[in-house]
């Protein structure tokens, strides 16, 4: 069946569904988008090697755990889980991580939640963080030493005195009921305090990326900094209250897109079309999309229309999990470097990080006991 004048009945609701698609307007939804195009590979990677958290910040969120819990009055909170101090968890090298090191960060998490019970499920995401978390610290920690990293007494004895300032002005806990509750020493919480600083500095050194090194990145790469200019013509594959719509319909939605697509090869106006097919919230503007970069996009749409030269319609109607488009290229340009420098910057030193925690794992290792 082919369609004319589907317009949309909530504008909101459809520029919502499509910031799903091609999303310029929502980074929020690109992000979430271009996570499910993700091969499995990918998303386990990512999964393990994310970004390392080194700061001792930890350390007062343990404290404001401890405060939390004792505004309910009680001994124990909602949720507990006991740990067995012998259990080991974790291998790097000859170090371990057992139940004793694992219950002084989770028992503050726990004592967080007050009389809200965690489920079974987020205690064991949790776990899971805060494992990955003694783990990574380990393994920066030991890189650290065989690199000669020096952090001072003084350095950590003012990043100790720091953490139970903070402690004592903004959860009222003196240093000994802090110790003394998650079962603390001095001695035990200066040692992370030092292993924190220890792989924080190697990292920050390892990491470091100038703009000499950016720049030379840049120009061998520059076609991954281009950025294009396109329209489209959508049809979409969801109804007037954001549902999707039976297979009958998704079939007859295709055979309108193919028959909207002859018409624009044929030479009829592409914004005129879109004006009157689009069911996309760009219609109004011939379905204008600015110009955009690979990463703005799903992928099925991005290798669409960066195959195509200014002004090429491409051959096919190209489909998404929102519906079937029609895709015109309509201008291009490339990213000046200054414009890109801070982002490419850091998008570097992230890599660098990555690629540095694998080997980490790799050198030393590391083995996660179910």
């Not at 910031?19 to 998303?43: A, C, L, R």
């Not at 806990?173 to 035990?188: G, R």
């Amino acid at each position: 069946m082919f369609k004319k004048n589907k317009k949309r009945e909530d504008n909101s609701k459809e520029a919502v569904k499509n910031s799903q698609v091609y999303g310029k307007q929502d980074k929020t939804k690109i992000e979430v988008n271009k996570i499910s195009v993700m091969t499995e590979g990918e998303k386990k990677e990512r999964k393990i090697m994310k970004r390392v958290a080194l700061v001792c910040a930890l350390v007062a969120v343990v404290g404001g755990a401890f405060y939390g819990g004792l505004s309910y009055g009680r001994l124990l909170p909602a949720s507990h889980r006991n740990y067995s101090n012998s259990q080991v968890y974790a291998t790097i090298g000859d170090s371990k991580i057992t139940g004793k090191d694992l219950k002084t960060i989770m028992d503050p998490i726990f004592y967080s939640s007050g009389l809200q019970k965690l489920t079974e499920s987020q205690i064991s995401t949790y776990e899971s963080t805060m494992l990955e978390y003694l783990v990574n610290i380990e393994v920066l920690y030991k890189e650290a030493k065989a690199n000669d990293v020096k952090v001072t007494d003084d350095q950590v004895q003012k990043n100790y005195d720091s953490t139970i300032t903070s402690i004592n002005s903004k959860y009222n806990l003196t240093e000994e009921e802090y110790l003394k509750k998650f079962n603390l020493t001095k001695d035990k919480l200066k040692e992370r305090i030092k292993k924190e600083l220890m792989g924080a500095k190697y990292l920050e050194q390892y990491s470091n990326v100038s703009e000499e090194e950016a720049k030379k990145y840049y120009e061998k790469n520059k076609g991954d900094y281009e950025k294009i200019r396109a329209s489209h013509i959508l049809i979409s594959n969801y109804d007037s209250n954001n549902k999707e719509v039976s297979d009958k319909q998704k079939a007859e939605n295709k055979e309108t897109a193919e028959a909207v697509l002859r018409m624009a090869l044929d030479g009829e106006d592409f914004a005129t079309l879109a004006k009157e097919y689009s069911d996309d919230s760009s219609a109004s503007s011939g379905g204008d999309l600015g110009y955009f970069t690979k990463d703005d996009m799903v992928s099925e749409f991005s290798k669409a229309a960066f195959s195509l030269s200014v002004d090429e319609i491409y051959s096919e109607v190209v489909e998404t999990n929102s519906g079937y488009h029609i895709i015109k290229k309509t201008g291009e340009k490339a990213q000046a470097f200054d414009d890109i420098k801070d982002d490419l910057i850091q998008t570097l030193q992230k890599t660098k990080q990555s690629t540095l925690m694998q080997e980490l794992y790799s050198k030393y290792d590391v083995q996660l006991k179910n």
